[in-house]
């Protein structure tokens, strides 16, 4: 079945050392998305990369960074992960075209960080 | 106010009850609109996709939008011990809004058989 496959699906780091979160699909969407979720919280958009282009978002820490090597593959990287940074870090993709239809995006299983 | 509003609940029905989850909405550009349902540990999974007004029916699941009153709802018949989760309304502008998910906190949905 094509999917969107993260890994792994649990990480503990220590605080301050650095972090590397990834992210598979097989769908060949073109559109890629990083987002934590806290508890009870909705997911908040970190960045997306549209094809190659990256799109920050304004209030996306910069110990936050992201790398998509190819179309299938997309890294998070936390370069110096802090108590707050603890949480659920969901990759989703979609398939985007310009004048067409907004797609739904298709979400992973997350990768849940602890930080010791 | 938050562009997208949800009650967090929870919700707790017994088995075969209507279940009626709801979103409202500030921003008008929205016009796609999408329910997910997210079991706990996992990630959201897409239950239904609307554009603009109107109903949509998948089985047990029928999605409502109003957009003259910014007001989304999703309706579960014959609510199932296996329908107990967490429903993320999720909602876009299409290219006016650069194609970005604006979601609700979700609303914690028990069925108890």
């Known amino acids: 079945d094509a999917m969107v496959i993260q890994n792994p699906r649990y990480q503990v780091t220590q605080f301050g050392k650095p972090v590397t979160l990834s992210c598979s699909q097989t769908?060949?969407?073109?559109?890629m998305y990083w987002y934590q979720q806290k508890s009870s919280q909705a997911p908040k958009l970190l960045f997306h990369?549209?094809?190659?282009?990256?799109?920050n978002e304004a209030d996306t820490p910069d110990n936050f960074q992201s790398r998509r090597p190819n179309t299938s593959f997309c890294f998070l990287d936390i370069r110096s992960p802090g108590l707050g940074d603890a949480a659920m870090y969901l990759c989703?993709?979609?398939?985007?075209?310009?004048?067409?239809?907004?797609?739904?995006?298709?979400f992973g299983d997350g990768t849940r960080l602890s930080i010791l | 106010q938050k562009e997208v509003e949800q009650d967090p609940g929870p919700l707790s029905v017994p088995e075969g009850a209507i279940v009626s989850l709801n979103c409202t909405y500030s921003?008008?550009?929205?016009?796609?609109f999408m329910w997910y349902r997210q079991y706990s540990r996992k990630g959201p999974e897409l239950l239904m996709y609307?554009?603009?007004?109107g109903n949509k029916e998948d089985g047990r699941f029928t999605a409502q939008v109003d957009k003259s009153s910014k007001y989304i709802s999703l309706f579960i018949r014959d609510s199932q011990p296996s329908d107990s989760a967490t429903y993320l309304c999720?909602?876009?502008?299409?290219?006016?809004?650069?194609?970005?998910?604006?979601f609700g906190r979700g609303t914690q949905l028990t069925v108890w058989p």
């Open positions: 989703a993709t979609s398939r985007e075209r310009p004048g067409e239809k907004v797609q739904p995006q298709h």
């Open positions: 769908l060949n969407h073109n559109v």
């Open positions: 990369y549209y094809d190659k282009d990256f799109n």
């Open positions: 921003n008008s550009a929205f016009q796609y």
């Open positions: 609307t554009y603009s007004s």
């Open positions: 999720a909602m876009s502008g299409g290219w006016s809004t650069l194609g970005r998910l604006y």
